[in-house]
């Protein structure tokens, strides 16, 4: 998805005349070694992190919309921050469904005997 979002914010840039940043490449590599990285980290913080990630990056993608004066491109990049806003929702519900389990009070086994009974 965020190679999506690189890719969109790319052509957004070309089609309003301007050039992409070699930072756009750079950034997409990039992420793809952190997301590799942080996954190595285990689940949770794995989820917590990429919670992070899309918390910030749904802040600044709804500061830059408040910017842009023109509605298409706005719109555009609106696709982006739905997506982030929603990225960010799922992984805090995940995180929320482990400590659930975490803090469940463990169950004990139930022990039965071989015995005949009577």
Request: a positive charge; zero cysteines.
């Amino acid at each position: 998805m965020e190679a999506e979002h690189i890719n969109r914010l790319r052509d957004i840039i070309i089609t309003l005349g301007g050039k992409p940043a070699t930072f756009s490449e750079v950034g997409d590599f990039g992420g793809k070694v952190l997301g590799v990285t942080v996954d190595l980290t285990g689940t949770q913080t794995m989820l917590k992190s990429n919670y992070l990630i899309e918390q910030k990056s749904f802040a600044g993608y709804t500061k830059l919309i408040s910017k842009i004066s023109d509605k298409k491109v706005a719109d555009l990049i609106a696709v982006n921050s739905l997506e982030s806003h929603l990225m960010e929702l799922w992984h805090g519900e995940r995180i929320e469904m482990i400590q659930a389990v975490k803090n469940q009070p463990k169950s004990r086994k139930k022990t039965t005997s071989n015995a005949p009974l009577g």
